[in-house]
């Protein structure tokens, strides 16, 4: 019916049954949340079956007493402020209020966590009261705690991660054993230590030295590294321990303050003296077969001490950094032999009457080949001298065989005629085509020209390759720009007829002849036209150095990078040096000779000349007799 009563006799329309005592008694009985009705003064004046259970209370022992005082705490459990309370401000003012950071003292003695309302309770007759409704809330604290941790555990696991990534960075991309083991230190402070020691086994009696250390409060750490005792004997202290290949290993503040029981653990301790320390973990930097080292990180102040897991990722450190220290041994070793073979395919240089030449080589920095890169000189029968400066394509052990036969073809044909150098590339050109699998080469083929004394004439050809600078005394410089041809491998191969112009230049007194490889000029990030005005810029600057000194400062202002480098330098006495009755001693070549062959090997033709590796003594040009 419209008015909301039902026609059946003795029925109860809904809103009649919602204020019979009854339905509100289990109303609030059975809701599921706690709740307190209290006076005017905030005595409790109801509790429900819930807020029983919630509170661990019985509702007699509650009933008539302060709401407030009785159950109101702080989350330690300590009375909470009346001034501060909100909800004696609703008894106060009757306007309602909520919150989710309160707690209430159980029966137990410990305290619940709450989300809570209270609103205004009239009460018939008398002054209103609160009505306060309430959720225990202490499940879903746990929760969100849980769920804080799990956060936190996830991100300290990814600065971790991220740390090691930073730390593997820098092992992969550098060979530098001693700047990649200060880095390494650098970046594990503060997010594993406040310092760090790196300690490096120098040789396999047990020698060592300090390498690097890193101290995030104390900038002299530096002054401790140096070199450290030998490794004892014994094996009772952390360093001895760790330097033979135990670890992780982790030291207390008892373990740090124990008395030395050897030199090394006496200097190992110096470290904790000087920058502090109550907690550390010592690790091996080792690789699959040897130890290289050992890694100390340490806590000081009122940091916690090391976990068994951090101590998991700075053992794993130590091995990645073990690992790079054995990569870059093995790329030393591997460096080391592939120069080796380089400089024995070299050969020394025959220093002439009053004339004076100089070489440099050096390999590309970033791989551990011998190339096609090479210089040579040597002497003709009719006792001219010889320049040749060459690249044969390729930068691996099979362009160092080609190259080797190609300079060994030139020499034969050059000494079997005298010819110019034109006719005599065209042979070799042909050669490499009819009896060799080497593919295109560039060379500069030269003789030098001239009786004792001057005057000297350059006659050269070459074949593909950046042209020689002449740089004269007072600092003028000029490519050698003529007699250039095709690369060797190419005319006879697709049967062009292509020739080679032969060229000549006059030399002047005192004036220096340059051949280089492309590497010298010529980068991924130079083009070749900058390369070669910087060559030319720095070679005019040099033009009165000593020519050994010329060659090193040439290298060092360029300095040339990721190819191979040879270089050939020829320095012409003054005008009248050497010629009859001229008395001058030909030039010594001084403190700085360097000489880029392997040592053990002679010049060209010292043995069939009966001379040493240098030809001070020899006469030169057409006087010169033939060999025996």
Request: charged residues 25%; glycine residues 10%; negative net charge.
């Amino acid at each position: 019916m419209a008015d909301g009563t039902t026609g059946d006799a003795g029925e109860t329309s809904a809103p009649d049954r919602a204020r019979e005592p009854g339905v509100l008694r289990a109303l609030f009985e059975d809701v599921g949340s706690g709740v307190f009705a209290t006076d005017a003064a905030g005595r409790l004046i109801a509790v429900n079956p819930r807020a029983e259970q919630i509170t661990a209370r019985r509702a007699g022992g509650m009933l008539g007493r302060d709401l407030h005082d009785l159950l109101h705490r702080t989350a330690e459990g300590g009375p909470y402020p009346r001034e501060r309370c909100r909800t004696l401000r609703t008894l106060a003012d009757g306007r309602p209020r909520e919150g989710g950071d309160e707690y209430l003292l159980r029966g137990d003695g410990t305290t619940v966590p709450i989300i809570w309302s209270a609103s205004r309770l009239r009460l018939p007759g008398e002054p209103p009261g609160l009505v306060f409704t309430f959720h225990d809330f202490s499940v879903r604290r746990a929760a969100e705690r849980q769920t804080e941790a799990h956060l936190a555990v996830l991100e300290t696991l990814t600065r971790r991660l991220t740390l090691v990534t930073e730390v593997s960075s820098v092992l992969i991309s550098d060979l530098d054993v001693s700047r990649m083991l200060r880095e390494t230190g650098r970046l594990l402070v503060p997010e594993l230590a406040d310092w760090t020691a790196v300690d490096v086994c120098t040789d396999p009696a047990g020698e060592g030295r300090r390498a690097a250390v890193h101290s995030r409060d104390h900038p002299e750490a530096a002054e401790l590294e140096g070199p450290l005792p030998p490794l004892p004997r014994e094996t009772a202290s952390a360093p001895a321990r760790v330097l033979r290949g135990a670890g992780p290993v982790r030291l207390t503040a008892d373990d740090i303050a124990r008395t030395p029981g050897s030199p090394l653990a006496a200097a190992h301790r110096e470290l904790f003296e000087r920058l502090g320390g109550h907690s550390a973990v010592a690790v091996p930097l080792r690789s699959r077969q040897q130890v290289f080292g050992m890694l100390t990180a340490a806590r000081t102040g009122r940091a916690r001490p090391y976990t068994e897991d951090e101590a998991a990722v700075l053992a794993d450190i130590g091995r990645r950094a073990g690992l790079a220290m054995d990569n870059a041994r093995l790329f030393d070793q591997q460096r080391h032999v592939a120069e080796t073979m380089q400089r024995q395919l070299l050969t020394p240089l025959p220093q002439t009457d009053h004339l004076r030449m100089a070489a440099r080589y050096r390999p590309a920095q970033v791989a551990a080949e011998i190339g096609g890169d090479w210089y040579d000189a040597f002497l003709l029968a009719d006792g001219t001298t010889t320049m040749v400066i060459g690249d044969v394509v390729g930068h691996d052990l099979q362009a160092a065989a080609h190259m080797a036969e190609v300079r060994n073809m030139l020499r034969a044909l050059a000494w079997d005629r005298q010819e110019p150098p034109s006719l005599i590339m065209r042979r070799l050109d042909e050669a490499m085509t009819n009896t060799s699998d080497a593919p295109m080469a560039t060379v500069v083929f030269a003789r030098i020209e001239g009786d004792e004394g001057g005057p000297w004439r350059l006659h050269w050809v070459n074949a593909g390759h950046p042209p020689p600078l002449l740089v004269t005394r007072d600092g003028g410089v000029r490519w050698l720009d003529d007699g250039h041809g095709p690369l060797l491998g190419m005319s006879s191969t697709l049967h062009l007829g292509m020739h080679w112009p032969d060229a000549h230049e006059g030399l002047p007194p005192e004036s220096t002849v340059l051949f280089y490889t492309d590497g010298l000029v010529e980068s991924r990030d130079r083009p070749i036209d900058t390369g070669m005005e910087l060559l030319g810029r720095h070679a005019a600057a040099l033009a009165r150095r000593d020519l050994e000194d010329f060659c090193d400062e040439l290298l060092e202002r360029i300095d040339p990078r990721g190819d191979d480098v040879a270089l050939l330098a020829l320095r012409l006495p003054p005008r009248g040096a050497g010629a009859a009755g001229d008395s001058t001693p030909p030039p010594s070549r001084g403190r700085h000779a360097h000489n880029p062959a392997d040592p053990s090997r002679s010049a060209p033709g010292a043995e069939a000349l009966g001379a040493d590796e240098t030809f001070t003594e020899a006469p030169h040009g057409r006087k010169r007799p033939p060999p025996p």
